[in-house]
């Protein structure tokens, strides 16, 4: 009996050895055929690419970063059919792999086939429960969808498996913001800039948040850093400039203004609101001559609101328009003379 036990568990042992060795074979013939693939991509051969790349998906097909890779070069071809068409067929191969699901839903997400790519994400996550690149997306897609509770499911089950991905906390901010939750909103955001602060959309959210809570400062710090990534963020810099105003920081609100009188040269609102910060401004000053300069510019601002809309059609415009007038008439009337005690 022990020498049948020994033979049973010598060829077991032989069995599982030469296993091993014909996995890690494969493993490395797909390695090399990624390497390849990468190296083709590089110089823009993307066709030839594609051919090395769907060969190292074929022999892993649980390994996202090939699937990466062929994902990326279908892209940079504009092959997306090829490719959707590619994934269906391999998912009719191997109907059991999650991550061919995740990834045939990747490309109908990125031609807006939404309702397409919810099924594949959902199929993913049944597939490969632990995967939460498959949550993630899930999540994605329903957010995009307005389909908020199914969207908060799955970036909370994507929060469990990792609490370290600062998409998921972004997509959780988006959700508790649009429920006007704010103090959970707040921390989701500010836990996504902890773990990657290049997510600047967040920003203008957590500064609407800060502004709302009375915290000025920190409200004014996330909008500099969001318009310093983006400059011709008018919305965000129009914000900006009204929480100056009504500091009472007329210097930097009409700065704020004078640039997004270049941004939306069209904009009465935007020339109205930059010349009631010059007047403000010019109140403060005592210099004679920087009181004149900016009379004029206030007065340039006025008349180019009147001048940009000057039949009142927009929302409000009526009222605008004169107010506009009133300035200008007392911008334009002679100093009362001083009074002689």
Not at 8 to 27: E, H
Not at 51 to 73: C, I, P, W
Not at 94 to 102: A, E, R, S, V
Not at 262 to 275: D, K, T, V
Request: proline share 4%; with cysteine; net charge neutral.
């Amino acid at each position: 009996v022990l020498s049948v036990i020994l033979f049973v568990f010598t060829s077991l042992s032989a069995v599982l050895c030469a296993a091993s060795a014909q996995d890690k074979a494969v493993k490395d013939k797909a390695g090399t055929f990624f390497e390849e693939g990468m190296k083709l991509s590089k110089e823009q051969r993307y066709k030839d690419a594609i051919e090395k790349l769907t060969q190292a998906v074929r022999l892993s097909l649980d390994t996202h970063k090939y699937h990466q890779a062929l994902h990326l070069n279908y892209v940079a071809t504009r092959l997306s059919d090829q490719a959707i068409l590619f994934y269906k067929n391999l998912i009719r191969e191997h109907p059991k792999h999650g991550p061919l699901h995740y990834w045939l839903g990747r490309l109908y997400l990125d031609q807006r086939l939404l309702e397409e790519a919810v099924q594949e994400f959902k199929q993913a996550t049944l597939l490969a429960p632990q995967d939460k690149l498959a949550f993630i997306s899930l999540g994605l897609t329903y957010l995009r969808l307005e389909r908020d509770q199914e969207a908060l499911d799955a970036y909370l089950q994507a929060n469990r498996l990792d609490p370290r991905i600062a998409a998921v906390h972004v997509g959780l901010g988006h959700l508790y913001f649009k429920k006007n939750d704010h103090t959970k909103a707040q921390k989701e955001y500010e836990e996504a800039l902890l773990l990657d602060a290049s997510f600047v959309e967040v920003r203008y959210n957590l500064g609407l948040i800060y502004e709302k809570k009375g915290e000025s400062l920190k409200a004014e710090e996330q909008w500099k850093t969001f318009i310093k990534e983006d400059p011709n963020a008018s919305e965000v810099r129009e914000r900006l400039a009204r929480l100056y105003f009504v500091a009472k920081r007329y210097l930097d609100a009409a700065e704020e203004y004078s640039t997004l009188s270049q941004i939306r040269p069209n904009s009465p609102e935007i020339f109205f609101a930059l010349g009631e910060s010059q007047m403000k401004l010019m109140e403060t000053l005592n210099d004679p001559n920087e009181r004149n300069q900016f009379k004029g510019m206030a007065s340039e601002a006025f008349q180019w609101t009147l001048e940009l809309d000057p039949n009142s059609l927009g929302d409000g415009a009526a009222t605008r328009n004169a107010q506009a007038r009133k300035y200008l008439a007392a911008l334009n009337s002679p100093p009362r003379p001083s009074q002689k005690k």
